[in-house]
């Protein structure tokens, strides 16, 4: 089973500062999905395929990466992204996700 | 509009079982493989189990293989989760979860959840 370390596990950030969350595999992926869950709701699919925004997300948001190591950027930070972020891999079975980043606002 | 709707959780008693369902709409259930995902309170999302389109294959996580089914009931655009054996830590939200198609998984709507509470 491929694990998934996120980091930071929390972080705070100001109003227009530009935000990197990062997850790290114990071993290549082809794919890193990224899921936005706010509290006491569901998550919801934020950007999947490595880079690909779903439907509704601001372009403010991007991913990247390759093999072990993915990352989700904000480039300015605004109040609505105030979240927890979970990164997960499909690509190999079974299907996991990495503890999550706790993303506040400073 | 996609939606999922879960319903059925509630308390149980270790050892016991528990069903619960999920109601799909705004797109073609029979179209899509279908998961249960879920999350322990104060925890991270955790994959349960996987059905194809047509029910013809099942996928579980280890912990739940032999105590859980998944199934699903196309005509009724449902998805289904029979827990028996139940531990206290199957505690959880249970999400259902669209599947997008092909070999590398993942999930483009989630319903709200249901929660799980197995306590004596």
């Known amino acids: 089973e491929i694990v998934l370390t996120q980091s930071p596990t929390t972080m705070a950030a100001s109003p227009g500062e530009k935000v990197t969350l990062t997850c790290r595999a114990s071993?290549?992926?082809?794919?890193m999905h990224w899921y936005q869950q706010k509290s006491g709701a569901s998550p919801k699919l934020w950007i999947y395929e490595t880079s690909k925004l779903a439907s509704g997300v601001p372009n403010r948001f991007s991913g990247s990466g390759s093999g072990t190591s993915y990352s989700l950027t904000i480039n300015s930070m605004e109040t609505e992204d105030a979240a927890t972020y979970y990164c997960?891999?499909?690509?190999?079975?079974?299907?996991?996700f990495g503890g999550g980043t706790k993303l506040e606002l400073k | 509009e996609v939606q999922l709707v879960e319903s059925g959780g509630g308390l149980v008693q270790p050892g016991r079982s528990l069903k619960f369902s999920c109601a799909a709409s705004g797109f073609t259930f029979s179209d899509y493989a279908m998961a249960w995902v879920r999350q322990a309170p104060k925890k991270g999302l955790e994959w349960v189990a996987t059905i194809i389109y047509d029910g013809s294959s099942t996928y579980y996580r280890d912990s739940v293989k032999g105590r859980f089914t998944i199934s699903r009931d196309n005509a009724k655009s449902t998805l289904y989760l029979q827990m028996d054996s139940l531990r206290s830590e199957d505690t959880a939200t249970y999400y259902c979860a669209r599947q997008i198609p092909g070999y590398n998984w993942y999930f483009d709507f989630w319903g709200p959840g249901t929660m799980v509470t197995v306590s004596s």
């Open positions: 997960q891999q499909g690509s190999s079975y079974p299907p996991t």
């Open positions: 071993s290549s992926v082809s794919y």
